[in-house]
């Protein structure tokens, strides 16, 4: 079985100080660890240098990761962060087309696709966020729209490309509310991701492809979740601003690839 992948997504959380405590206790708590799990932390960019300064320790327990990029290159984008700086700064794994962003800051499948170039032509792992919303879901649209999210963007890219590319399956109904997907609906989804990529790049690169499950995921739910065929991990919200609940989770992804 491939390692399992979680990732915390801090949004816009904790001061500078707070931001320092947490990546610390976090790497405390893990350190007694033989972790086959990759761990990964997305604070906020502006705190991107006390997560890559962790995360190049020799013996880190972490990648480091960013929530979001521009989708231009360098020059005159007032505000912006691009590629090319997070690359500087040695960042490992990006989130891109979270549904936040989609939702409050307009980001489109074709803005999301040109910020996943952007985040692959400097080598850093972009993680596609889809998913759909409670009406869509109540309508039976939800594979629908999952479908085109994914067709437009994920199955666009090369296979290389894809190679270096993760995907998150976020059914907004699911995210920051308690209420999570239940585990069938969770690996219905992403066993039906694993399918159109396997219509379009074949067999190996579906196998291979990292799909994580994201939307109220914690520590209680977490090793239910991740002992489904086809979720390879989860996007964590909420539950990664708790050290002890985050670290549950991370404990429910080593006890599924032992026990597999
Ligand atoms: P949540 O958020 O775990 O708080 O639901 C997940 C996410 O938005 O990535």
Redesign the pocket.
């Known amino acids: 079985m491939k390692p399992k992948i979680v990732i915390g997504?801090w949004?816009m959380n904790k001061d500078f100080e707070e931001a320092e405590d947490l990546i610390t206790t976090i790497e405390e708590e893990l350190a007694d660890y033989q972790l086959q799990t990759e761990v990964v932390l997305c604070p906020p960019a502006v705190y991107a240098e006390l997560v890559t300064d962790h995360a190049s320790l020799e013996d880190s327990r972490f990648y480091a990761g960013l929530q979001n990029v521009s989708e231009f290159e360098n020059g005159a984008y007032t505000g912006e962060v691009s590629a090319e700086m997070l690359a500087s700064m040695e960042v490992d794994f990006c989130i891109v087309g979270?549904?936040?962003r989609r939702k409050y800051f307009g980001e489109t499948d074709e803005i999301v696709l040109k910020k996943m170039h952007r985040l692959l032509d400097n080598d850093i792992v972009p993680v596609m966020?889809c998913g759909e919303t409670l009406e869509e879901r109540k309508a039976g649209k939800h594979f629908e729209v999952v479908q085109k999210q994914i067709e437009s963007t994920i199955c666009t890219l090369t296979a290389e490309e894809l190679e270096r590319t993760m995907i998150?399956y976020?059914p907004i109904w699911?995210?920051?509310?308690g209420e999570t997907a239940t585990p069938a609906q969770a690996q219905e989804m992403l066993a039906f991701i694993r399918s159109l990529i396997e219509k379009k790049f074949g067999t190996e690169m579906a196998v291979f492809t990292y799909i994580l499950y994201?939307?109220?995921?914690n520590g209680k739910n977490a090793l239910e979740l991740f002992s489904q065929p086809d979720v390879d991990g989860g996007?964590?919200?909420?539950?990664?601003l708790k050290p002890d609940d985050f670290i549950k989770i991370i404990e429910a992804a080593e006890t599924v690839i032992k026990e597999n």
């Open positions: 997504n949004k979270h549904s936040e966020c998150a976020e699911a995210i920051g509310t994201g939307g109220s995921c996007l964590i919200g909420g539950a990664s």
